[in-house]
Nanobody
């Protein structure tokens, strides 16, 4: 199972970006897909996750109301739409997969497969 994250870039404060995470070697149905981020000098933190089987999702308080998450099972892809971006959102963003049986969780230890990360920089 492999995950490919993409869509990062440089954006001004208040702007938007959409990250994509595509899974190969399996399908979304078997996994909870989560997004995590790690800023320089900080620990990796959970941002959001989604179950493609029932649509349930979870957001960290720091992004609630600004980020949305969705899945396209036909494309085996999960999207993280990031709006009203702030400089403190600057980080490398990773997508990861946890077995469906774990439910909606955002702790790094539950996630088995990880993508390579995509850099998001929010700066004027």
């Amino acid at each position: 199972v492999q995950l490919q994250a993409s869509g990062g870039g440089l954006v001004q404060p208040g702007g938007s970006l959409r990250l994509s995470c595509t899974i190969s070697g399996s399908t979304l149905d078997y996994y909870i897909i989560g997004w995590f981020r790690q800023a320089p000098g900080k620990e990796r933190e959970g941002v959001s996750c989604v179950s493609s089987t029932d649509g349930s999702s979870y957001f960290a308080d720091s992004v609630k109301g600004r980020f949305t998450i969705s899945s396209d099972n036909a494309k085996n892809t999960v999207y993280l739409q990031m709006n009203s971006l702030k400089p403190e959102d600057t980080a490398v963003y990773y997508c990861a997969a946890a077995p469906n049986a774990y439910g909606i969780v955002l702790d790094t230890k539950s996630y088995v497969y990880w993508g390579q990360g995509t850099l998001v920089t929010v700066s004027s």
